[in-house]
């Protein structure tokens, strides 16, 4: 059973320490990429905070919401929700921003993470080195995420735009087309009868004479 749990830690720290290679460039990412490396967990200038989670605590919740069944999926939700709900603050907002912002469960939510995790982040001071880390390394991939959501949906919606302008086009075409072939029409039928007038007045003359 231990080794199940080491093995599953293991797991969700490695998952999130690839989830910050791409963010090394400002400061508080890097002490959040020491941190997942093992580093910068025992700086004598940083200020402990009592009471805080541990980060096993996240790290198991994100892994039943990236590996476990619907049920339980459904229960680290549920959990996170109500906690938020009936004692708000920066632990409970950050669990609950976590799991909205973490992939492969039905209430994976990006944009409603972004804002939790932002506010929880403008309160960095109550927070350990680790609980930045993983608000910071999950705030930018549901940034990223949410970007290239609206992204596409731009380019969905020209698409259709100028699939719609293509098709008026084309009927506006069509329906000049067929004013033209009427109005040739029209004109067809006019010169045949003046036609078969000239042709009956030649006959008229003819029989006269």
């Known amino acids: 059973m231990l080794e199940g749990t080491v093995t599953r830690r293991t797991i969700g720290i490695a998952i999130l320490a690839l989830a910050t290679t791409g963010l090394s460039g400002c400061g508080t990412v890097s002490k959040a990429s020491d941190w997942f490396k093992g580093r910068g967990t025992a700086h004598a200038d940083e200020a402990v905070i009592l009471g805080a989670p ?3 605590d996240y790290l198991r919740d994100l892994y039943e919401l990236a590996a476990g069944d619907s049920r ?3 229960d680290v939700y549920a959990d996170a929700e109500s906690a938020a709900a009936l004692t708000p603050g920066t632990g409970t907002n950050l669990r609950f921003g976590l799991v909205l912002a973490t992939p492969g469960h039905p209430n994976y939510d990006p944009v409603r993470a972004q804002g939790i995790l932002r506010g929880v982040l403008a309160e960095s001071e109550l927070l350990t080195q680790s609980e930045i880390a993983l608000a910071t390394v999950h705030l930018r991939n549901a940034e990223r995420l ?3 959501t609206n992204e596409t949906a731009r380019l969905r919606d020209e698409s259709s735009r100028a699939v719609r302008a293509q098709a ?4 506006q075409r069509i329906s000049d087309l067929e004013d033209e072939n009427r109005r040739l029409r029209s004109e067809l039928e006019e010169a045949r009868q003046k036609l078969e007038a000239i042709t009956t007045i030649e006959r008229s003359i003819r029989e006269q004479e």
């Open 168 to 171: 008026q086009s084309a009927n």
């Open 72 to 74: 339980r999926q459904d």
């Open 146 to 148: 949410v970007g290239a």
């Open 54 to 56: 541990d980060a096993d």
